[in-house]
């Protein structure tokens, strides 16, 4: 083993694939509360937000006020334009952004630059067909050993399933979306 893999925390510890998926509201919210807990521990993470553009989310504010030590070890990419995608909106610029954030985050997985990575929406991307299901299975069977993959977002395609060690889906029992209540600054975004 090379001198700089001997103390690579990516080569010295086991990183595992998690997938939260459902129909519920939390699913990146859990990812992001994963995020803090490395980067308390002292770890390097990447977060790569697939489908969502723009920087009007309070986790972006929050993210831009860390320490510097902690920012060092952070970093997020908005692999999207300045609104959601969705089947009935989406284009080919979408997917250009879309194919520039996962060029990035496959070139981090495989070089161990970040012993956690969020794939934040990546269910979403692959559903939606801007990321192909088998390279993304390609990039999980070949990671590092220490790297932790989280992939975030509805619809999970069964392949991923399958390849995933840990998966939690979110499922709504109630919300208040359902009376009329619009998405709120600070809670939802």
Same mark, same amino acid.
């Given at each position: 083993?090379? =001198?700089?893999?001997?103390?690579?925390?990516?080569?010295?510890?086991?990183?595992?694939?998690? %997938?939260?998926?459902?129909?519920?509201?939390?699913?990146?919210?859990?990812? $992001?509360?994963?995020?803090? !807990?490395?980067?308390? !521990?002292?770890?390097?993470? $990447?977060? %790569?937000?697939?489908?969502?553009?723009?920087?009007?989310?309070? =986790?972006?504010?929050?993210?831009? #006020? $860390?320490?510097?030590?902690?920012?060092?070890?952070?970093?997020?990419?908005?692999?999207?334009?300045?609104?959601?995608?969705?089947?009935? #909106?989406?284009? =080919?610029? +979408?997917?250009?952004?879309?194919?520039?954030?996962?060029?990035?985050?496959?070139?981090?997985?495989? #070089?161990?630059?970040? =012993?956690?990575?969020?794939?934040?929406?990546?269910?979403?991307?692959?559903?939606?067909?801007?990321? +192909?299901?088998?390279?993304?299975?390609?990039?999980?069977?070949?990671?590092?050993?220490?790297?932790?993959?989280?992939?975030?977002? !509805?619809?999970?395609?069964?392949?991923?399933?399958?390849?995933? /060690?840990?998966?939690?889906?979110?499922?709504? %029992?109630? /919300?208040?979306?359902?009376?009329?209540?619009?998405?709120?600054?600070? %809670?939802?975004?």
């Amino acid at each position: 083993m090379e =001198e700089n893999t001997l103390h690579n925390p990516c080569f010295n510890k086991i990183g595992y694939i998690q %997938v939260y998926t459902g129909d519920g509201k939390g699913k990146t919210t859990a990812s $992001l509360g994963l995020a803090l !807990r490395a980067l308390g !521990r002292g770890w390097k993470v $990447l977060i %790569v937000m697939f489908t969502k553009g723009g920087s009007d989310y309070g =986790e972006i504010h929050s993210f831009s #006020n $860390l320490s510097d030590d902690i920012k060092s070890r952070f970093k997020v990419i908005n692999a999207g334009l300045n609104r959601i995608v969705y089947k009935n #909106n989406m284009n =080919e610029d +979408d997917k250009a952004e879309i194919q520039k954030g996962w060029a990035f985050a496959k070139n981090a997985i495989k #070089n161990c630059e970040y =012993e956690l990575v969020i794939l934040d929406e990546a269910n979403i991307a692959i559903d939606l067909g801007l990321i +192909d299901v088998e390279d993304m299975l390609n990039t999980l069977k070949n990671k590092p050993k220490g790297v932790e993959i989280v992939l975030t977002g !509805r619809n999970a395609h069964e392949k991923i399933i399958e390849a995933a /060690h840990l998966v939690s889906e979110i499922k709504p %029992v109630k /919300h208040y979306w359902d009376i009329g209540v619009e998405a709120r600054e600070g %809670v939802e975004y």
